[in-house]
């Protein structure tokens, strides 16, 4: 059973701030990462993708993926009060498997 | 440029009865989707239609069946509605086979609410 688990939350962190998202998976089959933003109503908007180990930056987003540890985390730096929301990590396998969702983590910026 | 929708975007079903949600791709997009989100909770993978056939399959029953159209478009039908089926459902659309089809676009979703 593959599994994706992140800490539910909710996550506070004051405007301005670094805010850090974790995620830990099961299955070591896992190629591709994907972060996902979901505001509360709404759909899910990807964010960010990793496919190999180490850091990926955009913008004020940074990705990183560590395959030993089956570790994936996102950094948001100068958080806004906009990027209040769940986020969603998710594991693929590659190809036409599907996404594998962890729970989500509530963030609120604090203003 | 349209983005995936979803119809309808609301509907009450009671148990044991049949629903039909309906979905069309982004413009550009030949790979279809569709999730389940209960409350609280993430998406979980239905199943993926690319060409018209049923390429891969989450762990639901076989109460959950679907289509896809030659225009690309999707339908997700669920039979037999339980209490349990009541939840968001997601309709996601991508480019192509070679494309990583994690790289998702989502519609608003349908939720169903069955009593």
């Known amino acids: 059973q593959k599994e994706v688990e992140q800490n539910s939350g909710p996550l506070s962190v004051p405007e301005g701030a670094i805010a850090s998202l974790n995620c830990t998976y099961s299955?070591?089959?896992?190629?591709?990462f994907f972060w996902y933003r979901q505001y509360s109503g709404k759909s899910p908007e990807l964010i960010m993708f990793?496919?190999?180990?180490g850091d990926k930056e955009d913008g004020r987003f940074t990705a990183q993926l560590n395959k030993a540890s089956q570790y994936v985390s996102l950094l948001i730096r100068d958080s806004q009060p906009s990027d209040s929301a769940t986020y969603l990590c998710?594991?693929?396998?590659?190809?036409?498997?599907?996404?594998?969702f962890g729970k989500g983590t509530h963030l609120i910026i604090q203003p | 440029d349209a983005g995936v929708t979803q119809s309808p975007t609301h509907l009450i079903k009671t148990r044991g009865q049949q629903v039909t949600l309906r979905c069309s791709p982004k413009?550009?997009?030949?790979?279809v989707s569709w999730y389940q989100q209960a409350l609280g909770q993430g998406p979980q993978f239905i199943f993926q239609?690319?060409?018209?056939?049923?390429?891969q399959r989450g762990n639901f029953p076989d109460r959950f069946s679907g289509h896809q159209f030659p225009n690309y478009s999707s339908e997700l039908n669920v039979n037999a509605l339980l209490l349990g089926d009541s939840a968001l459902y997601l309709c996601?659309?991508?480019?192509?086979?070679?494309?990583?089809?994690?790289?998702?676009?989502f519609g608003e979703g349908s939720r169903l609410t069955v009593l």
């Open positions: 996601a659309s991508s480019p192509g086979t070679d494309a990583n089809t994690g790289e998702l676009f």
């Open positions: 299955d070591r089959g896992s190629q591709s």
């Open positions: 990793i496919y190999s180990n």
């Open positions: 998710a594991a693929s396998g590659g190809g036409a498997d599907g996404l594998t």
């Open positions: 413009s550009g997009h030949d790979t």
């Open positions: 239609y690319y060409e018209e056939e049923e390429r």
